[in-house]
Structure formats: C-alpha cells, structure tokens
C-alpha cells in the first residue's frame, strides 16, 4: 500500500515538473505574438487558440499536484477543535463519501466526453482548426490524477488510523 | 397538328397532401425543458429565443414551457450544441456556424461570404432541399433541428483605418473569425483573433484596427462607435444570418404530435418576426452610427476582389469536405435558377418615391 | 421538494460540508452533485454532462490566462528581491517620523500591488521583510500585523489584479470590462491605501509607543540627498514592471491578457538583472505559479458546478423573487447583497463567492438601476476586504504562515480589527460618492 502511494506521488510529482512549464511555454507564445502583431503587423491565425489550449491544460494538470500538499483551500474552523484521531476518521469518512466520489464522476465523464471527440476528430471551430480531442484527452487525465492524488492521500491517513506509524510525513515538501 | 399543353394551376403546397388526413395526436402530459445558448441577456439573439418560448408556452396552452437559460447561467456559451446532444437540457438555440469544427457544413446553413441572402435562405430550406439537408447534418448528433431567426445583412467593419480600395485592406489588422479570418488574411489584411470581451478596448488601444460582430442593432449596445471612426461597408462576410433551434431527439420524440406541429409553427412564426424586428432596428441603429461615425463604401473592385478571394476559399474547402460541397452547390443552384427573376424584377427597389423619381432604381 | 426548500437545503448542506473541513472545491461539486441528481430525477448522465461542458469551457476561457501569468510574476518578483531595496529606502527616508516605518510599509505595499496582480506574494513578502523590523523597533505587534496583512491585501484590487479579470470574465458585460474594471479600482484602492496611511499617522501620535521613529544617529547615517537618490533608484525596477503590464495596453501594443505575459518577461528580465534567472528559480516559480494557479482555478471549475446547478435547480428566481419581489426599496437590496457577501467572504474564498451570487445579483442590481461598474466596484472592495476577515483570510493566514512566531493568530485577528473597519469606510465611502469609480472610466471612455 505505502508502495503504491509513493508511486502515485512520485509520478503526480513528476507530471507536475511537466505542466508547470507549459505557462513558460505560453509566456514565450504570447510575447512572440505581441511582437509579431505590433512591430511586423503579422499576427499568426494560431497564437490565441493555441495559448487557450495550454491555459487549460496547465491548471487541470496541476489540480492532483496541489492535492498533493493539501492545498486545495479548506476552511479549519470547528475540526480543529477534535482529537487527531476524529479528525483523520472525519477526513477518511469525507473523503470517501464526498471529494472522491465526485472527482471520479468528473473523471469518468471526462474520458466518456474526450472518447466521444476523439471517435469524431472534432475539430476547433477556428480558421485555424486544430484537432481539440487531444485536449479534451488531457482534461480526463487532470482529473484521473486528481482522483489518484486523492485515493493516496486517502490511504495514507487510513494507514495512519491503522498504524501507529505516520506516513503523511512522507509529503514532499514544497518547492 | 400540335395541341396546346393544357394550363393547370401552376404549384401546390405540397404539405397539404401529406397532413390533409393526418391525425393529430394531443395529450395532456406536461413538459418543462430548457434551453441552451450562446447569447448573454444583452444581445438581441436572446431575445429571438425567449420570444420562440413564449410562443410555444402560450400556443401550448402551457403543456410545453421552455425555460431559456442565457449563456453562462447553465453552461458556457459554445457548449449547448453538445449539452443537448449529450440530454442535459432539451433545446437549444444557436447560430450554425459555432459547430465548424464539428463540420465544415454547419456554417453553411448560417452565412456564407456572397451566399444566399434571407429571401433565398426562406426558399431554400423551406421550399428546397435545405431544411432536409440541415435535418441530416443535426440528425448526426442525435438533435431534431428547426430554423429559428433570421437578422438579414450584417454592419462591416468598424475601423479606425479608412478602407475603400482593396489596397487599403493590407496589414489592417481586424477582429473576426471562422471563414473570414483565411479570406482576409488571403486579401493581404492580418486577421487578428480576439475574445468577444476584449475587443472594445483593443479597438480604443489601438491592438485592432478593426473589427466585424454583427448587424447594426446589435452592434449598437457593444459602442464600438466610441472607438472608431469609420464603418466599412458592405458587410461582405454575411448576406444574412440564419439561427436554428435544436432539440435533443429523444426529448422531441416524446412530444405529442400536436406539441410537434406547435415547435414547428412558432419557430417559423420566430423566423418571420425576427427579421421584422431586427432590421426594424437596423434602420433606427445605422442613422444614429451615420451621425457618431462616417459610413465608408468600398469599391466595387473591392468587392469583387473580396468576392473572388471567398470563392476561392470556398472551393478549397469544398474539395476537403464532401457535405459542405452538397450544401453549398445546392444554394449556388438556387442562385442560378433565381437569376432570371431577380434581373426582371429590377428596378422597383422601394426607394422613398421622391429618390425613386430622381433616378434612383436599384438596390 | 418545492423550489424555495430546495434552495435553502443547498446552502444548509454546503455549510455542513465545508465544516466538515471538506476542501471548499469538492463541497462546492458535491454539494452540486447531490441536489443537481435530486432535481434531474438521478439523470447521472445529463448532470454530469452539464459538469463536463462546465469543466471545458473553463478550460477555454481565455481570459482568466492573467491568473496564472500574474501568479508566476509574483513568483518571479519575489525572487528577484525588488521590494527590499524599495522597503530599505523608504524606511531610512521616513523612519525618523512617528509611525514613519508604517507608512513605508503602505508605500511598499501600494507600489507592489500596482505591479502585481495577487495577494499573497506582498502580505508574505513584508511580513519577512518588514515583519521583523516592526518588532525591532518596538511597533506594536497587533496593529504592525494589521497593517501587513491589509497594505499586502491591496494588491488584489489595484490593478493590476486577477479579482478584477475574473470579474470582468464572469458577467461578460462592456460596462464591467477588465479594463474598465482597471480604471474604476485605481480610485478606491488609494482611498484605502490613504485611509491606513492616515489610521497609522494618527494612532503613532496618540500612542507613541505603537509606532515609535527611529534613533536620530539612525536618521542622521544619510544625507537628504543620499536618501533621495535611494529612493529613486529603487523605484526604477517597479516602474520597468508598471509599465509593462499598464504602459503596454494603455499604449495599443497589448490586451490585458497579453500584457500579463509581459509583465511575466518583465519580471523575468529582472530577475536576470538581478542574477537571480538561475533554472533552479525558474523550476522553483514554475511549480509554486502551477500549485497556486490551480488552487484558484479548481474554485472557479467547482465553483462554477455549484451555480450552474443553483440556477439549474431554479434557486436564482427563488432569489430574485425573494430581493426583489418583497417590495423592498432599492438600498435594502442593494444592503442586503452587499452584506451577504461581507458573510460570505468570512468563510469562502472570493472566487467561489462570485461565482454563486454573480449570477442573481448582477441582473437584480441592473433591474434595480444601479450603475453596473460602481456595483461591481462595491463588491470588488468588499471582496478584497474578505481577504482579512476572520475566522477564513487568506491575508491573514499568508501572514502567520510568513511570519515570526512572535505573532499570534488572535493577535491578528485583533490587529485586522481597525483596518476591517477602514475597509468599511472606504465602501461608504465609494457608495456615498460614485465618481471615485466612475470618473477614471468616464475619461477612458472620452
Ligand atoms: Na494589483
Ligand atoms: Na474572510
């Protein structure tokens, strides 16, 4: 199980490494434009469309990362108040009856909307016209690592109940 | 000898024939839909659907109510097309063009660059082979489809650059999309794709020289006028614009048959009142744009250059996209087989009289 | 379940969710979920296909790309370490007068928040730079963290600011556009700005002891001249970053969007000026910009399941039926919008809150006759004062995560105190004279 937790935090970690410079990425692309259009006064058909497509990926793409640390904004006003222990069988019960189904909703109607493009080859509705199913694509898997980020967080703090051992200090720490 | 041909009356409605001994089902099942769009409250096009709305509440002596939901509210703007089609809502409203890139096809049942105007889209989807082609292309994706709202021609450009010769069109940076970004950017202008809600102030910055939206009564509320100075026109991009309602299927087919004919007749009652009502404005929204702007006319080089550029685009597309080549040979036929009568009937363009005895006979 | 119950259980069960210590997002969609399944009949499919092409469209809206480009500029800036040598400058030029290091703080603080778009990067940034300075000159705890945490707050409203763009994105109206959202917050964010200036001038020359000047040796270690040039040259790298954000979209050569990229390869030059563009850097913004831009962005996704399916369910005209058609005079309404947002921002998070009153409140107000910009201003200060209103700021807990353990948490729940109340003047304020917001758009617009 720890095996497995650490796996999915090590990849999530790794795919992080990846989407962060996608906003690199997009800061070159719309510069570039900026200059294109108003020095050479040849903006390109493509440059909006494309940075739109990597603005969303980007921050679906991040969605597991910031799981990762817990970050996803809460609001800590009455729980803290409760013992360790009821707070971790408040997160465990939580969890699995609210955040996770939910994301693995989302997920699954991802991948049914991205399968649904991808078996048409939709395209953008744009002059430019790129295929948009790879995109659609990469919103099923944001959310698939989410619902995987969740489910390790999920067993770290059962096995944290479970065990006397504390693996939730096995969280990276933040860059 | 040779026999006279026997004269009959010329034409039938051919409708009557399949409904003269329909049956008409009724029921008095109650249905609550709603409906998707593209539009925000502000624009007019809003209006076209909630007015369908109200006509099939009211027609249906509230058995079938459709609730409009503005872009936003539900779903974003460019998502009602699949929402529908996936049955999280039953209808939706739309301007065909949105679904491109879905297929090249849809734009055509909503403006073509020199394509058919609101008379000749009337005739060819009612009284051609339109409605039946535009049936098919929705049908693909699980969606009943009726026409639902014409505005007729739309304003150019609103531009800070003066454009009347075709020259004058280089490196003018314009705000527009679809099909036109490519014939302007193959007319030597650089088409510029900005988001609807960045478009004033890239105008009044001057990001954008110029941009294209909509027909006069529309653009009026968007004020592009405080930020330019003139309005190129004609709006060659767009004879006309055609709008759709469309329906998930299973949803349609749940209706009773007389709900059915009740859809069909207020969109077709949309259809009509729209165009009166929008073009009604048009004339209000154009005298009071002549009064902050100066309307500028290209020349008919311009146009033809604008006109052979679109037709050559077209072509291209044509070759790559078989459907859009049936629809578009199809409005083209009706084009050719109307040239006769629109050359004959020349000349009573309804000028005010006085223009008229001056001289002044065409369009 | 008639449509008014089903409202009030909506809210009933959120609140009792995000008690739960449920993470805000998930009892937003869950919330979504389980009453949107209850009003479709359990139509998984429909809902969630509702949620999906929810989800795409926040994918494509284009606009919002400031968020993440503001965010890795914050990144950048605090890297490249401007601030200090603005802060070092103006704390020598005014630390001779009583409560004359607050009022660098202010300074600072009003200069970050023009180049900036966000919030965390000047609270978390003075709080280590100003923080431990305040305490040794002996600044009382409370009001120095008040202080910190609402001069760092002014950088979510004036612009640039990503509040004001996602603002301008949700209501989609001309009025409310990001840019003329820009012009009317640069008003209201000074008056703000003034009015902590003044609270801090004042209360030093009450009580000494609160904010006591600096050591005349100390003061006397520069000449004027000296000082001046310090200054000055400190200015330099803030201006060079103002400029590229405003200067390029004032000047036609960007959209608003695009000029966040701008500022982003201003800051990145910067940096390099600076020596600080090392790949460790770069790695380091990107992660924190792709961990932050998605904290805020799973707001807007969740946040937008939750109010599709409020008005889905019906739950806007129950609303609006309530506000508008119990025959209440107009500045009741308006009241009572404004004050249910001030709730609000005491437990969620701002994105979530425009994006569940947005949508009933923006056409009650339009209905009502009020100028869409100056409402939008009203709710825009408001918002920005949820950043530190307790027990939930983000302000606040920026603070306490940045700074020594010498502050306490109802310590800065005190101290916000003064500056909450400020907050409110400047709301009155705004809302007794509409042309602080008005007039800069007005000249915009010609
Ligand atoms: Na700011
Ligand atoms: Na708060």
């Known amino acids: ?175 | 000898g040779t026999t006279l041909a026997k004269r009959e009356k010329f034409g039938a409605d051919k409708r009557h024939e399949k409904v003269a001994k329909l049956k008409v089902d009724t029921s008095d099942k109650k249905h609550r839909w709603k409906m998707v769009m593209p539009w925000s409250k502000g624009l007019l096009f809003y209006d076209l659907a909630v007015h369908f709305c109200d006509t099939v509440r009211l027609a249906s002596g509230g058995r079938l109510i459709i609730k409009p939901f503005s872009a936003g509210e539900l779903i974003p703007a460019m998502e009602c097309f699949d929402a529908v089609a996936k049955g999280s809502f039953e209808a939706g409203h739309d301007w065909p063009g949105y679904w491109q890139g879905k297929d090249q096809a849809f734009t055509a049942f909503a403006s073509v660059p020199y394509g058919l105007d609101s008379e000749l889209y009337n005739i060819w989807l009612y009284e051609r082979e339109g409605l039946e082609m535009m049936q098919e292309l929705y049908g693909q994706y699980g969606l009943f489809v009726l026409p639902g709202g014409q505005v007729g021609q739309e304003l150019g450009l609103a531009s800070n650059r003066r454009a009347e010769k075709i020259e004058d069109f280089k490196g003018l940076k314009v705000r527009t999309a679809g099909w036109y970004m490519e014939i302007l950017n193959n007319l030597g202008a650089s088409a510029v794709a900005t988001p609807g809600g960045e478009i004033y102030l890239s105008l009044q910055t001057g990001v954008l020289d110029a941009a294209e939206f909509s027909s006069p009564a529309v653009n009026w509320p968007m004020g592009f006028d405080e930020v330019t100075k003139y309005a190129i026109q004609p709006g060659v991009h767009q004879p006309a614009c055609q709008f759709s309602f469309f329906f998930n299927k299973d949803a349609y087919d749940k209706l009773s048959d007389d709900l059915k004919w009740i859809l069909d007749t207020a969109a077709k009652e949309t259809q009509l009142w729209s165009y009166s009502w929008i073009n009604n404005l048009n004339a209000d929204a154009i005298r009071r744009f002549k009064d902050k702007i100066e309307i500028v006319r290209m020349d008919d080089e311009a146009i033809v250059e604008f006109a052979k550029t679109s037709h050559l685009y077209l072509e291209e597309l044509k070759k790559q996209h078989a459907f859009l080549k049936k629809v578009l040979d199809s409005q083209e036929a009706l084009k050719v087989d109307f040239r006769d009568w629109r050359s004959s009937r020349r000349g009573v363009t309804p000028w005010p009289i006085e223009d008229v005895i001056a001289g002044k006979l065409y369009e | 379940m008639s449509p008014e119950l089903i409202t009030i259980l909506m809210f009933v069960v959120l609140i009792l969710f995000i008690l739960s210590r449920v993470p805000l997002a998930y009892a937003l969609a869950g919330t979504a979920t389980l009453f949107g399944l209850i009003d479709n009949g359990f139509n998984v499919d429909g809902l969630m296909g509702m949620f999906i092409n929810n989800a795409w469209g926040t994918m494509n809206n284009i606009v919002l790309v400031a968020v993440p480009l503001f965010i890795l500029m914050a990144q950048l800036l605090e890297r490249s370490k401007i601030s200090d040598a603005l802060f070092d400058a103006l704390y020598i030029l005014l630390g001779g007068i009583r409560g004359g290091l607050g009022i660098a703080v202010v300074i600072v603080c009003v200069i970050l928040a023009a180049t900036t778009g966000i919030v965390g990067a000047s609270v978390v940034g003075m709080a280590l730079l100003a923080g431990p300075k305040l305490l040794e000159k002996g600044y009382q705890k409370t009001m120095s963290a008040g202080l910190i945490c609402a001069g760092g707050t002014l950088g979510i409203l004036i612009p640039p600011s990503i509040m004001l763009v996602v603002f301008g994105g949700l209501t989609g109206l001309k009025e409310t556009s990001v840019g003329n959202l820009f012009a009317a917050a640069i008003f209201p964010g000074l008056i703000l700005a003034g009015l902590y200036l003044l609270y801090v001038f004042v209360i030093c020359q009450i009580f000494p002891e609160w904010g006591p000047g600096i050591s005349r040796e100390e003061a006397r270690k520069y000449s004027g001249h000296q000082k001046l040039a310090m200054v000055m040259k400190s200015l330099v790298p803030p201006l060079i970053l103002i400029f590229s954000v405003m200067g390029t979209i004032l000047g036609g050569i960007a959209t608003p969007s695009e000029a966040a990229a701008v500022g982003v390869l201003g800051a990145a030059i910067l940096a390099a000026a600076y020596k600080n563009l090392t790949w460790k850097v770069i790695r380091g913004a990107g992660l924190a910009t792709l961990k932050t831009t998605s904290m805020v962005m799973i707001l807007v996704l969740f946040g937008n399941l939750f109010s599709s399916t409020f008005l889905f369910i019906g739950g806007g005209d129950v609303m609006t039926d309530l506000l508008i058609g119990g025959d209440l005079n107009r500045w009741a309404v308006m009241g009572i919008m404004l004050g249910s947002i001030f709730l609000l921002g005491m437990f969620i998070d701002w994105v979530a809150i425009l994006l569940v009153t947005l949508p009933v409140y923006m056409p009650i107000s339009m209905e009502l006759g009020f100028d869409p910009l100056w409402f939008s201003m009203l709710i825009c200060v408001i918002l920005q004062t949820s950043f530190l209103t307790p027990p939930f700021g983000y302000s606040l807990f920026y603070f306490a995560g940045a700074a020594s353990k010498d502050y306490t948490m109802p310590m800065i729940y005190k101290g916000v105190m003064p500056f909450i109340l400020l907050q409110i003047i400047g709301v009155l304020l705004c809302m007794c004279f509409p042309a602080l917001v008005t007039y800069l758009p007005s000249l915009w617009l010609k």
């Open chain 1, 1 to 175: 199980m720890r095996g497995f937790t650490k796996l999915i935090d090590k990849m999530i970690a790794v795919q992080a490494e990846g989407a962060s410079m996608l906003m690199i990425l997009l800061v070159i692309i719309m510069c570039t434009e900026v200059f294109l259009r108003y020095f050479l006064e040849a903006p390109t058909i493509w440059a909006l469309e494309f940075t739109t497509f990597l603005y969303g990926m980007h921050f679906i793409l991040g969605y597991g990362y910031t799981e990762q640390f817990n970050g996803h904004v809460s609001v800590d006003i009455l729980s803290s108040r409760l013992s360790r222990k009821l707070q971790d069988i408040l997160y465990v019960f939580t969890t699995v009856f609210i955040s996770l189904p939910v994301c693995l909703l989302l997920c699954i109607w991802a991948y049914d909307n991205a399968l649904l493009s991808t078996r048409t080859l939709e395209h953008s509705a744009s002059a430019w016209g790129p295929s948009i199913w790879p995109v659609k694509l990469v919103m099923a898997v944001g959310f698939t690592f989410l619902v995987l980020q969740i489910s390790s967080n999920l067993i770290k703090r059962i096995l944290q109940l479970v065990h006397t051992g504390d693996p939730l200090n096995e969280v990276p720490h933040e860059p």
